[in-house]
């Protein structure tokens, strides 16, 4: 009898949504709640959130050390590329900033799975350079990136000083949620909508 492995999120592209913009020949429409900072309905934020990383994955440039290194251009070309599928003003108020954030987050979130594929083979360099991250973590780049990441970021002293930093901070919060990527407040909203259709579902039952 084969044992099933843990199962994984792999990389989020999108598809489900592009299903959705297809079928209704409209883009989802992204309006912040100014309470809570995140854009109005569980799953137009969620849509949204899984498209800002995608697009982050997939045209961000790995041949830099920071998320402040990547060009106005890169940045415009990604939001640029949210528009196909959403409806959203990025002079509105939030929108920009939360945008930056998330395209920010993606990124170092993505260079800290790449290190932590690195770390594995970190005592044989050579190796390591020839052994990228498969395509479910790395996706379609070039191993040109890699041998960069491994011989210019990896490989730093400050980076790693940076990692142990961030880990400690990590370390001393005290407030947590296992609730994946879905914002706490959006975990909420969704439970209060179940809760909002159950009550309706319950009283046709009882009265019709």
Request: contains cysteine; charged residues 30%.
């Amino acid at each position: 009898m084969s044992s099933k492995g843990k199962k994984t999120r792999g990389v989020t592209k999108g598809i489900g949504t592009h299903d959705i913009v297809t079928a209704s020949n409209e883009r989802i429409l992204i309006q912040m709640n100014e309470d809570q900072k995140l854009p109005n309905g569980v799953q137009a934020n969620s849509r949204f959130v899984s498209e800002i990383g995608s697009r982050t994955r997939s045209l961000a440039p790995l041949h830099v050390k920071t998320w402040k290194e990547v060009t106005l251009e890169v940045k415009d070309e990604i939001k640029k590329g949210l528009l196909h599928k959403f409806d959203v003003n990025f002079k509105e108020a939030g929108i920009a900033k939360f945008v930056e954030d998330k395209m920010n987050n993606t990124f170092r979130s993505w260079k800290g799975k790449l290190h932590k594929h690195f770390k594995k083979y970190a005592d044989d360099i050579d190796f390591a350079r020839a052994h990228p991250p498969t395509e479910k973590v790395f996706g379609d780049r070039d191993i040109s990136d890699w041998e960069w990441l491994c011989d210019n970021l990896y490989t730093d002293q400050a980076y790693h000083n940076r990692c142990r930093i961030n880990t400690i901070n990590r370390n001393k919060k005290i407030y947590n949620h296992c609730g994946g990527s879905r914002p706490f407040t959006k975990h909420m909203e969704a439970e209060e909508q179940v809760n909002i259709w159950y009550s309706l579902n319950l009283v046709a039952d009882l009265h019709y």
